[in-house]
């Protein structure tokens, strides 16, 4: 947490240094506030991609793993209640409501494998609540941007107490004739 507002101080130092007025464009709702200095937005993306990790990319690294038998190198956590978990969930997760972090996290999860954590989606802070909470307990830890809904509306398989299901992916969120959207 510290290493974070460090980080968001000195990104808030270098936009200060270097915005001039010759940069603000009132009339321009996107240049009002000008952006910030190369060097500022290279720490705060970069700050931004050690904290969040994103469906498609967890994906990846999923089947990259199961087709290759390796490890992914993390553990997925879903954060959201048995119920949330049973209508569906990432397979291959770990399931562990936010609310049993202090509890169960030290018995389940190794401090030397980072985890990501999801929720239901970008409307969903506990992914968010856990990955503080995680931290807190000396974990390293990223969360998955989107969650679970972006995971079915991307047309990735999950699982829900019925078994495995499958959607198509969404045209707004997924390349359909593509294996990634080459971000």
Not at 5 to 11: D, H, K, L, R, V
Not at 87 to 97: D, I, N
Request: aromatic residues 8%; charged residues 20%; negative net charge.
């Amino acid at each position: 947490m510290e290493c974070h507002f460090s980080a968001m101080i000195i990104i808030r130092r270098l936009i200060t240094m270097t915005t001039t007025d010759s940069q603000v464009n009132p009339l321009n709702p996107v240049l009002r506030t000008p952006p910030a200095s190369p060097a500022a937005a290279v720490a705060h993306f970069s700050a931004s991609l050690a904290f969040h990790a994103d469906v498609s990319d967890v994906a990846a690294a999923l089947a990259d793993a199961r087709e290759t038998g390796a490890d992914p190198g993390f553990v997925l956590i879903d954060t959201r209640s048995t119920a949330s978990w049973d209508q569906g969930h990432v397979p291959g997760a770990v399931h562990l409501p936010t609310a049993l972090i202090p509890e169960q996290a030290e018995r389940l999860l190794d401090k030397g494998v980072p985890v990501v954590t999801y929720c239901w989606g970008p409307g969903c802070n506990g992914a968010t609540r856990a990955a503080l909470a995680l931290a807190r307990l000396g974990f390293q830890v990223k969360e998955m941007l989107g969650g679970f809904e972006y995971w079915a509306r991307e047309g990735f398989a999950y699982e829900t107490w019925e078994g495995p299901a499958r959607k198509a992916a969404d045209p707004l969120t997924a390349p359909v004739d593509a294996e990634d959207c080459g971000c």
